[in-house]
């Protein structure tokens, strides 16, 4: 698989090899962090969530891992189809309002 | 219930028109927020409301934007006097006072194109 952060716009994987997506939030008050899958003209879709009192939370395919102590959040994929090529954001939450803040996203790109 | 609706999908308008874009979010979400979306960006908080009242308001929507959540349920976001600037996707999100698993759902948005 292959890893990168959210400042490079494109990730390109060969279909059936594990994708790794990374994010740098910016708020050490975050408590709860959303990843989401959008694909074009749609709005995006819940992938996986964590709360700040967990490391690492698993979901059919997907798992996300969360360091408190650097504020770096992951996204991985494990056998990447392509079915998964979509624009992927990391999105933060800060107590009581709920509000997310996302970052700009990155562009997961599929090789058949 | 079949997730957050929003309606219209795409709408064209002529700069200075106005335009409302509508939301119905899942039926048992106590909140609804908006939020902006620009090409290649993620998207932008504009406001959100808990029941029916609107709680907090981005610098972003500026005099020119207005929404209403009248009775809790559905909310409208009206444009007034629309610019080029305006153009943009339109996305409304519902969620539980305190999001959990699943619980903050997005609907697939109004694209908004002033010409």
């Known amino acids: 698989g292959e890893s990168v952060g959210l400042h490079l716009p494109t990730l390109s994987v060969q279909e059936g090899d594990n994708s790794i997506i990374n994010c740098a939030y910016s708020n050490s008050a975050s408590d709860y962090f959303i990843w989401y899958k959008q694909e074009s003209g749609k709005g995006p879709q819940f992938i996986i969530d964590?709360?700040?009192?967990?490391d690492k939370r698993q979901g059919q395919r997907v798992t996300v891992l969360l360091n408190k102590t650097v504020k770096h959040l992951s996204l991985q994929i494990a056998a990447t189809q392509p079915g998964d090529s979509a624009v992927y954001f990391c999105?933060?939450?800060?107590?009581?309002?709920?509000?997310?803040?996302f970052g700009k996203g990155i562009t997961l790109s599929v090789r058949p | 219930d079949t997730g957050v609706s929003q309606d219209p999908r795409h709408k064209i308008t002529k700069r200075g028109q106005n335009v409302t874009f509508r939301c119905d979010p899942i039926?048992?979400?106590?909140?609804l927020y908006w939020y902006r979306q620009t090409l290649g960006q993620g998207p932008e908080f504009l406001t959100y409301?808990?029941?029916?009242?609107?709680?907090?308001k981005s610098r972003l929507l500026s005099d020119r934007f207005s929404a209403e959540r009248p009775k809790g349920s559905f909310s409208t976001l009206e444009i007034q006097r629309t610019e080029q600037g305006d153009s943009a996707m339109y996305l409304c999100?519902?969620?539980?006072?305190?999001?959990?698993?699943?619980?903050?759902?997005f609907g697939s948005g109004t694209r908004l194109t002033v010409v």
């Open positions: 039926s048992e979400h106590n909140r």
């Open positions: 999100a519902s969620s539980l006072v305190t999001p959990s698993t699943d619980g903050y759902t």
């Open positions: 999105a933060e939450n800060t107590g009581a309002n709920s509000k997310l803040t």
């Open positions: 964590i709360r700040s009192n967990m």
């Open positions: 409301f808990q029941n029916e009242a609107q709680l907090e």
